[in-house]
C-alpha cells in the first residue's frame, strides 16, 4: 500500500509550463514503475508518461519533446515538467505506482490551458 499526493497543477495559458509533483508515502524502490496519467472530460484515462525503477522513460506520442518525468529516490516524489503546454492538455492529472499486477492512484491534480 502506498499514498500518492499530487500537487502543481493550475490554471495555464498556451504555450506555457507547469511542473506537477507526486509525493509518495514509501520509497519507489518499492514500484517496478512510476507514471502519470490524465483524463480529459468524456474522455478515457490515458498514459502520459512513466518512469522505471532504473531510470528508463516512456512518452505518449502527443507528449513527446515537450514533457519531462523524472524522479528524485531521496524525496520519494516524481515530476512531470510539462512545457509548450496546449489546450488539449486539459485535464486531471494522475499519480501512478505500478508493483506487478497492483497499480495505486493518487487523488489526482487539475491542469487547465488556455487558448
Known amino acids: 500500500q502506498v499514498q500518492l499526493v499530487e500537487s502543481g497543477g493550475g490554471l495555464v495559458q498556451a504555450g506555457g509550463s507547469l511542473r506537477l509533483s507526486c509525493a509518495a508515502s514509501?520509497?519507489?524502490?518499492?514500484?517496478?514503475?512510476m507514471g502519470w496519467y490524465r483524463q480529459a472530460p468524456g474522455k478515457q484515462r490515458e498514459l502520459v508518461a512513466t518512469i522505471t525503477s532504473g531510470g528508463y522513460s516512456n512518452y505518449a506520442d502527443s507528449v513527446k519533446g515537450r514533457f519531462t518525468i523524472s524522479r528524485d529516490n531521496a524525496k520519494n516524489t516524481v515530476y512531470l515538467q510539462m512545457n509548450s503546454l496546449k489546450p488539449e492538455d486539459t485535464a486531471v492529472y494522475y499519480c501512478?505506482?505500478?508493483?506487478?499486477?497492483?497499480?495505486?492512484w493518487g487523488p489526482g491534480t487539475q491542469v487547465t490551458v488556455s487558448s
Open positions: 514509501r520509497s519507489l524502490f518499492n514500484f517496478n514503475a
Open positions: 501512478n505506482a505500478y508493483k506487478f499486477v497492483a497499480n495505486y
